[in-house]
């Protein structure tokens, strides 16, 4: 997969993206990750100017169409196929799981991140491009939210775990959050590891964590246990 971030900040995107699965996947050719800075394709020759103030007037300033629709039209034309752009916006649908998946199964995207006061609206008109939000909370733009978009999908891919069932397993995957997990010792301080993960007995086990994760939803999450229990393949539980 390939994946075009269009931001001002290049620069915020490097720490996140040079650890762990994202460096992994990025050295493995599994993603490639490729940043674009908005303000190098301002025709504003002498300031590089990419934002002005809003018309009717009020606070803030507000991201030019000029130099976000000549940096898109700069990164569609490097690579063939299809893609599909997403504007990072609190405006936009909210980000979850199910998107995640969605979006691992593209070949390329172009996300753009914005900052300031928003986009000038010509740049949605212009691109027709979906948005998402991750959360209903103002972030100083959309670089955070971009790079939380890139690690939910690009972890999807296949070969980026290393382990191709281990993203099966996790919490949100099935739609319940994740059972108990322990690993040694097995009594640490008198606190001490449920015995049926000790018994070898893999059905029982397996039931067991069913319920832990089924018990947990419930408690902490009604929301997703709605969700869960409404689908014609869950009505058992
Ligand atoms: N930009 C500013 N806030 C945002 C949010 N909550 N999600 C996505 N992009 C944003």
Partial sequence: MRIDVLTLFPEMFESPMSYSILKRAQ?????EIVLSNIREYSEDQKYHKVDDKPYGGGPGMVMMCQPVLSCFDNVKKQANGKWRTIMLTPQGKPFDQDKA????????LILIAGRYEGFDERIRT????EEISIGDYCLSGGELAAMVVIDAVVRLLPGALGDDTSSEEESFSDGLLEYPQYTRPEDFRGLKVPPILLSGDHAKIAAWRMEQAIERTKRKRPDL??????????NQH
């Fill in 225 to 234: 246990w709605e969700k869960y229990s409404l689908r014609p393949e869950n």
């Fill in 101 to 108: 998946v969605e979006l691992s199964k593209e070949d390329r």
């Fill in 126 to 129: 212009a691109l027709n491009a």
């Fill in 27 to 31: 050295e493995n050719g599994i993603a």
